[in-house]
Each structure stands twice: as structure tokens, then as C-alpha cells.
């Protein structure tokens, strides 16, 4: 019992030193970006493409200016 303990624990701190290690990688291409875009906001875009989106649901949902209103449609969610 206490060399299956032994083996789950290396087999633990194993996947744990590869996973920091992935995360490093990740975290040192993150900082390039960085680097080359300083002003790119990854949460920002999200909320911009958010509001692009739904913007263009309610313009189909509401119609445009070059068609009568089209009224409510059960099938077209904004989300």
C-alpha cells in the first residue's frame, strides 16, 4: 500500500511540473503579445464583439430603414 502512495504521488507531482511548465510557455507567449499590441484588451474585445452581435440581432429582429418593421420573431434570440 505504501508503494502505491509513493507511485500515485510521483505520478501527481509529474503531471503537476508539466502542467506549470505548459503554463509558462503559454504565459511567455501571452507576454509577447503584449509587447507587440499594448493597448489589446483581450476582455474588452469580448465585450466589443459582444455588443457587435447582439447589435445585429436587434437590428433583424426590429428591421432596417430599407424594410417595414418586421415585428417579433420567436426564433431569434439576441444571446
Known amino acids: 500500500m ?3 502512495d509513493l507511485d500515485s504521488i510521483n505520478r501527481m507531482q509529474a503531471e ?3 502542467r506549470a ?7 511567455e507567449v501571452l507576454d509577447e503579445n503584449r509587447r507587440q ?3 489589446y484588451n483581450p476582455t474588452l474585445a469580448w465585450v ?3 455588443i457587435v452581435n447582439v447589435g445585429a ?3 433583424q429582429l426590429s428591421g432596417d ?3 417595414p418593421r418586421t415585428g417579433y420573431k420567436p426564433d ?4
Open 2 to 4: 505504501i508503494q502505491w
Open 16 to 18: 503537476l511540473i508539466e
Open 21 to 27: 511548465q505548459k503554463d509558462h510557455l503559454g504565459q
Open 37 to 39: 499590441n499594448p493597448r
Open 48 to 50: 466589443g464583439r459582444r
Open 57 to 59: 440581432k436587434i437590428v
Open 65 to 67: 430603414a430599407d424594410q
Open 76 to 79: 431569434i434570440h439576441l444571446n
